[in-house]
C-alpha cells in the first residue's frame, strides 16, 4: 500500500505499529505534500482577486509548481519506504557476511539520497512561498505561514533520517559529504521559513 491510496487513518495506524515502514521518511513526504497543498490554498484564494491581479501570472506558476511538488513529495515518502527495507534486509545478515560488505555502503548512500531530494524539494517550495510575500490574500496569512512551517518541518525530518543513515556507513568521505549537503539544506530551509513566518505576522 502507498501513501497515495491509503486514508489518514490507515497511516497513522501504520506509523503507530511495530514496524519500521512507513516511518520519519513517509512523516517527511507527507509533511512536504501538506505544504504544498496549503499553499494552494493560499493562491486559489488570491489569483483571482482583483486586487491581486498583478500578480496573476506568478500565482499560476506558483500553482502549477506546488502541484508537481506534491507529487514528487508522496513518491518519496513511497521512495523511502523502498530504501530503508533494502538497507534492513542487510541489517538482518551477519557482520561479515560478503554480500553485507559488499553492499552496505551503497544501500546506505540510496537510502540518503532519499531524505536529500526530501529537503531539496522542502527548499523549493519554501522559496516558492517567498515569493508570494505581500502577493496574496492578506486574510491567509496564517496559512501561507503554515505552509512554510510545514515545509520546514519536512526538511527537519528527512535531516534526521539523513544523519542516521549516514552514521551507519563506513565510508568517512561519503558520510561527511552527505552530512555537509542536508547541514546546508536545513539552514536555508530554517531561514526561509524564518523570513515568512515573520513576514506574515501581522
Known amino acids: 500500500m502507498t501513501l497515495r491510496t491509503q486514508t489518514l487513518n490507515q497511516l497513522l495506524d501504520d506509523l503507530a505499529s511495530k514496524q519500521p515502514t512507513p516511518g520519519g521518511g513517509a512523516v517527511a513526504g507527507v509533511l512536504a505534500g501538506l505544504s504544498t497543498a496549503l499553499g494552494n490554498m493560499v493562491l486559489a484564494y488570491s489569483h483571482d482577486k482583483q486586487s491581486l491581479e498583478e500578480h496573476h501570472e506568478l500565482h499560476e506558476d506558483c500553482m502549477k509548481f506546488l502541484n508537481s511538488a506534491k507529487e514528487k513529495a508522496i ?115 530554517k531561514e526561509l521559513a524564518g523570513l515568512i513566518e515573520q513576514s506574515c505576522k501581522v
Do not use: H
Open 75 to 189: 513518491a518519496l515518502g513511497d521512495a523511502d519506504v523502498e530504501a530503508y527495507e533494502k538497507v534492513s534486509a542487510l541489517w538482518k545478515l551477519s557482520k561479515d557476511d560478503p554480500n553485507r560488505i559488499e553492499q552496505w555502503d551503497t544501500a546506505l548512500a540510496e537510502a540518503i539520497q532519499i531524505p536529500l531530494q526530501t529537503m531539496e524539494l522542502s527548499n523549493r517550495i519554501l522559496i516558492t512561498l517567498k515569493t508570494l510575500i505581500g502577493k496574496t490574500n492578506g486574510m491567509l496569512a496564517s496559512d501561507l505561514a503554515i505552509a512554510a512551517i510545514l515545509a520546514e518541518s519536512s526538511a527537519r525530518t528527512a535531516y534526521w533520517n539523513v544523519g542516521i543513515n549516514s552514521d551507519q556507513m563506513d565510508c568517512e568521505i561519503q558520510k561527511n559529504e552527505f552530512n555537509e549537503q542536508s547541514t546546508v539544506l536545513l539552514k536555508s530551509c
